[in-house]
């Protein structure tokens, strides 16, 4: 039978060892993601409250703030929690500043597409398009943001 013990690694969004002998082309990415400001945000492996997720997610609420900014306000047992931009930055330890560009340029983004090897017509773009090298790093991101369990 399998042994089906948590462990911590299985909460993270993407391990990022030393890959197997067959997987060797990606060893220079995952250096490049160690290295990166994401490297806390892929690896880290938090406490998860789900009783404290759904709490907030029933109740929460969008609010924009006196400087225009947008925040998440929601309710955990009865107390209030806001969201906001720079809390997500500073608990994901990013390393950036509020004043940091959130948007790039379209021009940026369709050259560096092109560059990655992306071989259909841009926009769309698709996952599947791309070469493996940079398909597997558009996977780990895009588990980051997804909302997916497991």
């Not at 924009?64 to 994901?92: K, M, P």
């Not at 990013?94 to 992306?118: A, C, I, S, W």
């Amino acid at each position: 039978m399998a042994d089906l013990r948590f462990v911590h690694d299985h909460n993270m969004t993407a391990f990022l060892g030393e890959p197997s002998a067959k997987h060797s082309e990606f060893k220079s990415m995952i250096e490049g993601l160690i290295l990166s400001p994401v490297n806390y945000a892929i690896m880290e492996y938090p406490l998860i409250v789900t009783s404290f997720i759904q709490d907030f997610w029933s109740t929460v609420e969008e609010s924009t703030d006196a400087d225009g900014n947008v925040n998440i306000v929601g309710r955990i047992q009865g107390q209030s929690i806001t969201i906001t931009e720079q809390i997500i930055r500073d608990c994901l330890h990013f390393g950036d500043k509020d004043t940091d560009p959130v948007e790039l340029d379209q021009d940026l983004v369709n050259r560096t597409v092109y560059q990655m090897g992306h071989e259909g017509a841009y926009p769309p773009t698709e996952k599947k398009l791309l070469h493996p090298y940079w398909r597997y790093l558009a996977h780990v991101l895009l588990e980051l943001i997804s909302t997916s369990q497991g």
